[in-house]
């Protein structure tokens, strides 16, 4: 093995190494009720990261790793789905739905990745938790308490989604240049 493959292969264990503990320390913040959804979101940003500096088979590794580390270590079980079921893959899994030439479809597809995602998710933490605890704090929306917090996870959702274009584009222009630059 050359010294040059032997630098490449170190930066990129060591990225990924790095990229994936911070992740983990990061899934710790979702102990703060409030941001039990956001952190697995900005996880999964970073996640793609690894997929930009050097591509999708390290990072989806290091996501599967990130999962697994935040089952075994972090508590708080509903971040740990969303970040199992959408957040830790979805920035990556963008990359490879932007072969989809129609815009439409493309957001018909990510809109089913999120529904198919939410119901999974529901699902497995009712048998897990219970409904009750599922829904706490939506008691004055009644027996429309699903699908009220479905449609503001659907709204957030888009709005995600939109942020990850933005985020990226940033990343793209500032980090990875100044990057690249160190590594050489």
């Known amino acids: 093995m050359s010294n040059s493959s032997t630098k490449q292969l170190s930066f990129r264990i060591s990225f990924c190494a790095i990229i994936s503990a911070i992740c983990v320390i990061f899934m710790f913040g979702a102990l703060i009720p409030?941001?039990?959804?956001?952190?697995?979101?900005?996880a999964g940003i970073l996640i793609w990261?690894?997929?930009e500096q050097i591509n999708i088979k390290w990072a989806f590794l290091s996501?599967?790793?990130?999962?697994?580390?935040?089952?075994?270590?972090?508590?708080?079980?509903e971040a740990d789905f969303f970040l199992l079921t959408l957040f830790g893959y979805y920035p990556t899994l963008c990359e490879i739905l932007k072969k989809i030439k129609n815009k439409v479809v493309r957001y018909v597809v990510k809109l089913l990745i999120f529904n198919i995602s939410v119901i999974i998710t529901y699902n497995v933490l009712c048998f897990i938790l219970s409904a009750d605890k599922m829904l706490e704090g939506m008691e004055s929306f009644g027996q429309y308490a699903v699908y009220v917090l479905w449609g503001m996870g659907l709204i957030a959702f888009i709005i995600y989604d939109l942020f990850l274009g933005v985020a990226k584009d940033l990343y793209i222009k500032i980090i990875k240049q100044k990057l690249n630059r160190l590594v050489k």
């Open 34 to 42: 409030s941001l039990a959804y956001a952190v697995p979101a900005v």
């Open 49 to 51: 990261t690894i997929c």
């Open 63 to 77: 996501y599967l790793s990130v999962v697994l580390l935040s089952f075994m270590l972090v508590p708080e079980i």
